[in-house]
């Protein structure tokens, strides 16, 4: 499998700050990356501090006066990689309520709905199902602070919104569930996406409400609590205005069928 993934974006920085960008893909052991990542601010190369997080995340760090950022990110990832690997740490540091995945508040109401489900693999069947079901994909219905709660009450969202929902419904009958940020080939509208992870017959498994791409082809870029440890771009400081934003996430091939009722890794 090749995938070609990358970003341009361009931010207009209007008070100096401090910027933190999560857009380089994450480590993938087993298979070989060819990246290139450029930061210009006025026409001078920017060169980050690149901040290796937990789960392999790449944070890249700088101070930013004023003017305009642009960035450009590309990689070309070659073969698949090694299942993700888990440790005791994950098992119980994804059974925990988060900003933005309320699971104490969804205890007794995810108990009823999918208490009964014994089996994990048809336990985040019915999640995803029941998820996507109940919620309407609707670009911009959302605010960047709504957490699970919102989410289900408003009955729509986009990608992070519906993951927040399944990461919560899962911590709620004790499945370890956690965000990651993703390029997705075949998804559409193109961006960044958001699934979730949930630890299942030893393995961390992709739920996507959405149904909006392939999971089989989903590349890593970030891993952890909710979208407060995945955002691909934090602003500490000043005032910014991102100004432009273009995705691309290519496979080679024909994309690969999806099914709701397959145990699917993100490889």
Same mark, same amino acid.
């Given at each position: 499998?090749?995938?070609?993934?990358? $970003?341009?974006?361009?931010?207009?920085?209007?008070?100096?700050?401090?910027?933190?960008?999560?857009?380089?893909?994450?480590?993938?052991?087993?298979?070989?990356?060819?990246?290139?990542?450029?930061?210009?601010?006025?026409?001078?190369?920017?060169?980050?501090?690149?901040?290796?997080? $937990?789960?392999?995340?790449?944070?890249?760090?700088?101070?930013?006066? $004023?003017?305009?950022?642009?960035?450009?990110?590309?990689?070309?990832?070659?073969?698949?990689?090694?299942?993700?690997?888990?440790?005791?740490?994950?098992?119980?540091?994804?059974?925990?309520?988060?900003?933005?995945?309320?699971?104490?508040?969804?205890?007794?109401?995810?108990?009823?709905?999918?208490?009964?489900?014994?089996?994990?693999?048809?336990?985040?069947?019915?999640?995803?199902?029941?998820?996507?079901?109940?919620?309407?994909?609707?670009?911009?219905?959302?605010?960047?602070?709504?957490?699970?709660?919102?989410?289900?009450?408003?009955?729509?969202?986009?990608?992070?919104?519906?993951?927040?929902?399944?990461?919560?419904?899962?911590?709620?009958?004790?499945?370890?569930?956690?965000?990651?940020?993703?390029?997705?080939?075949?998804?559409?509208?193109?961006?960044?996406?958001?699934?979730?992870?949930?630890?299942?017959?030893?393995?961390?498994?992709?739920?996507?409400? @959405?149904?909006?791409?392939?999971?089989?082809?989903? $590349?890593?870029?970030?891993?952890?609590?909710?979208?407060?440890? @995945?955002?691909?771009?934090?602003?500490?400081?000043?005032?910014?205005?991102?100004?432009?934003?273009?995705?691309?996430?290519?496979?080679?091939?024909?994309?690969?069928?999806?099914?709701?009722?397959?145990?699917?890794?993100?490889?």
């Amino acid at each position: 499998m090749r995938r070609e993934v990358g $970003v341009e974006l361009e931010v207009e920085i209007t008070a100096a700050t401090t910027l933190e960008f999560q857009i380089a893909v994450a480590p993938h052991p087993g298979a070989d990356v060819f990246e290139s990542l450029r930061f210009v601010l006025n026409g001078q190369q920017v060169h980050p501090l690149e901040i290796s997080g $937990v789960h392999g995340n790449r944070i890249h760090k700088f101070d930013a006066g $004023v003017g305009t950022l642009k960035v450009d990110y590309a990689a070309t990832v070659v073969g698949q990689t090694d299942p993700a690997p888990v440790t005791d740490y994950d098992q119980s540091m994804y059974l925990r309520p988060s900003r933005y995945a309320e699971a104490d508040k969804f205890y007794g109401f995810a108990a009823t709905e999918f208490g009964n489900d014994h089996d994990s693999a048809t336990l985040l069947e019915h999640v995803s199902s029941w998820v996507g079901t109940r919620l309407n994909y609707v670009p911009g219905s959302s605010d960047p602070i709504d957490g699970a709660v919102e989410t289900l009450l408003a009955g729509k969202g986009v990608c992070r919104d519906f993951a927040h929902l399944v990461v919560a419904l899962l911590r709620a009958v004790k499945v370890p569930a956690r965000l990651v940020s993703v390029y997705a080939p075949g998804l559409a509208p193109m961006d960044f996406h958001a699934v979730a992870e949930a630890f299942v017959q030893q393995q961390w498994r992709v739920v996507d409400a @959405t149904l909006l791409a392939p999971r089989q082809t989903l $590349v890593r870029i970030a891993t952890g609590r909710d979208a407060s440890d @995945t955002a691909f771009l934090d602003n500490h400081k000043g005032a910014i205005t991102l100004n432009q934003l273009v995705v691309t996430a290519v496979s080679d091939g024909a994309l690969p069928a999806d099914s709701i009722d397959q145990l699917v890794s993100i490889r």
